[in-house]
Nanobody, 124 residues
Framework: QGQLVQSGGGSVQAGGSLNVSCAAS????????MAWFRQTPGKEREGVAA????????FYAHSVKGRFTISRDNAKNTLYLQMHSLKPEDTAMYYC?????????????????WGQGTQVTVSS
């Protein structure tokens, strides 16, 4: 089936930028929908952005729209999330996810496959 391997993230001051990447392998690379979620301790994992891989149509959570950009390099089977104008409330563990069937993008239960998680920390 393959796997999702994440990289990037790190720490930045408010107003700064960070990128996270997610390389897909095997049949997972052919997933219809790929997404980024984030989670902080004690809270539910929430959808941040998603991309229909065939059309590259994006979806964004209201909280990140205009600041984050989701994209995919199909030749590299790699999903990206560019994060700009970061705020302390963006601090979280970020996870990439893949759904073979293009179901509802912001439901955690839509996704069959998950990356290992990457920490993003924004200080004020």
């Amino acid at each position: 089936q393959g796997q999702l391997v994440q990289s990037g993230g790190g720490s930045v001051q408010a107003g700064g930028s960070l990128n996270v990447s997610c390389a897909a392998s095997g049949t997972i690379a052919n997933s219809c929908l790929m997404a980024w979620f984030r989670q902080t301790p004690g809270k539910e994992r929430e959808g941040v952005a998603a991309l229909v891989t065939s059309t590259k149509f994006p979806f964004y959570a209201h909280s990140v729209k205009g600041r984050f950009t989701i994209s995919r390099d199909n030749a590299k089977n790699t999903l990206y999330l560019q994060m700009h104008s970061l705020k302390p409330e963006d601090t979280a563990m970020y996870y990439c996810a893949a759904d073979p069937q293009c179901k509802t993008w912001d439901l955690r239960t839509t996704y069959n496959y998950w990356g290992q998680g990457t920490q993003v920390t924004v200080s004020s």
